[in-house]
């Protein structure tokens, strides 16, 4: 076996379907779940540094700290049901957000992550909730989808060019020395001042 299938099997969900489709390669499926995994951890453990923060009497922080361990727990239930075999609901809530499509789940990573970074701008918030934004942008990469074929982008770079035989260059330095004004205007202007 293989470490490849090891890690697979390791990360791979009871009865679970292709959500992502073939088109996906395993180190992205499994390693946006591994990271979605490892983010929810940090995100729990810095979320409550930032509760512990209440000694210093800083109430943003406490807020900003609950709102990111909800969210460690809420991308905890989401990627990894399996820790939380106590509640009867986790499968079910799992399997329904994974068969919606991934921007979805890239949507709401990101916007839970957001809240405590402007809530209480540190390392433990940026940390634990950036973590949890990585996550949805790597979701959000696997919801765009793959990169067409170079023939592919050949083709429609010369549909773009069917009404026009000769398509035109341009330099952007073309009409630097043309389109020169002056800087200011002190009384008529006789010459460019900037030629």
Do not use: H
């Not at 709401?108 to 970074?117: K, R, W």
């Amino acid at each position: 076996m293989s470490f490849a299938e090891k890690i697979t099997g390791l990360l791979a969900r009871p009865n679970q379907q292709d959500p992502v489709g073939p088109e996906q390669p395993w180190y992205l499926k499994y390693g946006s779940r591994l990271l979605g995994i490892v983010a929810a951890f940090f995100a729990i453990l810095f979320g409550l540094w930032n509760v512990i923060s209440i000694l210093t009497l800083n109430v943003g922080c406490l807020v900003a700290g609950i709102i990111q361990m909800v969210a460690g727990f809420v991308v905890m239930l989401l990627e990894a049901p399996c820790c939380f075999v106590c509640i009867e609901k986790v499968n079910d809530i799992a399997d329904k957000v994974d068969s919606k499509p991934m921007y979805f789940r890239a949507g709401l990573y990101c916007a839970m992550a957001v809240p405590p970074i402007f809530m209480c701008f540190g390392l433990a918030s940026l940390f634990g909730s950036g973590l949890i934004f990585a996550t949805g942008v790597i979701y959000g990469m696997m919801a765009l989808g793959k990169k067409a074929s170079a023939e592919d982008m050949r083709a429609a770079a010369q549909q773009s060019y069917a009404g026009n035989a000769t398509p035109q260059t341009t330099n952007d330095r073309a009409g630097i020395v043309n389109n020169a004004q002056p800087f200011s205007f002190t009384g008529a202007v006789g010459t460019d001042s900037n030629v």
